[in-house]
Nanobody, 123 residues
Framework: QVQLVESGGGSVQAGGSLPLSCTAS????????MGWFRQAPGRQRELVAL???????NYGDSVKGRFIISRDNAKNTVYLQMDGLKPDDTAVYYCNADIWTSVGGSATMTNYWGQGTQVTVSS
């Protein structure tokens, strides 16, 4: 069984910073892409940032220049450093990962989601 467990988040004033982290655990062979998505009330879930195993990144337009995604492959962990936070960044942030496991001797990739962590930015 694979789990993604997020930590960090909370409340901060506009202009402040918050770090998020997400660690995958279980019978993991390898993790390919990892990333963060967010969902605000009444809105669709949207991409925040993605990072592949080699460290190549992709950001949503609304967070470019303010957020930085990174990962530690040895720790199966992805990080999101959020700076210059705005009230519009208020949302539940979800970790996401494509994880390879071994099932009956065959490698299988499954996409997993974390449980979500609330980020609230006040003006």
């Amino acid at each position: 069984q694979v789990q993604l467990v997020e930590s960090g988040g909370g409340s901060v004033q506009a202009g402040g910073s918050l770090p998020l982290s997400c660690t995958a655990s279980g019978r993991i062979v390898e993790i390919s892409g990892m990333g963060w998505f967010r969902q605000a009330p009444g809105r669709q879930r949207e991409l925040v940032a993605l990072i592949d195993r080699g460290g190549n990144t992709n950001y949503g337009d609304s967070v470019k220049g303010r957020f930085i995604i990174s990962r530690d492959n040895a720790k199966n962990t992805v990080y999101l450093q959020m700076d210059g936070l705005k009230p519009d960044d208020t949302a539940v942030y979800y970790c996401n990962a494509d994880i390879w496991t071994s099932v009956g001797g065959s490698a299988t990739m499954t996409n997993y989601w974390g449980q979500g962590t609330q980020v609230t930015v006040s003006s």
